[in-house]
């Protein structure tokens, strides 16, 4: 099976554990080529420009690969046309305040192994309490101690 098959394919069924925790190696990966370079942005150059030319390369990049894909190509652009909705537009507001956000996290000093942490477990919190009141997910005794793990966690990480 192609990589691009099993990649769409994923799901939690027997047998595919392999799978299964791919997204989070990827996830894992590129956020840490993100940081990486979210805290090497050239102090000079305009942050938006940054995003801007990030941007530009992410979509030219996601679009070849979108067009490579063997079930895909051009002729299904028109198809995939009639599904856009809101979404695209609220994520790509999502991912300007993140991209800005890391940018600029770094850019006043945040160390990286601090800054993403309290960020990403105050995100954690927050997609916790989303989850239970917009889609009615359940909140376990487990996560609500770990959220009170993470919250002393937050004040001795930022403790001088």
Not at 95 to 114: A, D, F, K, P, T
């Amino acid at each position: 099976m192609g990589m691009a098959k099993q990649i769409a394919s994923i799901s939690k069924e027997k047998g595919t554990t392999k799978m299964y925790y791919l997204p989070i190696f990827i996830i894992v990966m590129s956020n840490v080529a993100y940081h990486l370079s979210a805290k090497s942005v050239p102090k000079e150059m305009d942050s938006l420009f940054f995003l801007s030319l990030l941007y530009l390369v992410a979509g030219c990049v996601s679009f070849a690969i979108f067009i490579l894909k063997p079930e895909s190509g051009l002729s299904n652009v028109h198809a995939q046309i009639r599904y856009i909705n809101w979404v695209p537009f609220l994520f790509a507001f999502g991912i300007i305040g993140l991209e800005l956000g890391n940018i600029l996290m770094y850019r006043v000093g945040w160390n990286m192994s601090v800054g993403s942490l309290v960020a990403n477990i105050l995100l954690g919190i927050a997609l916790i309490a989303i989850g239970y009141f917009l889609y009615k997910e359940s909140i376990s005794m487990k996560q609500m101690a770990g959220i009170a793990f993470c919250m002393i966690g937050l004040v001795l990480i930022n403790r001088s």
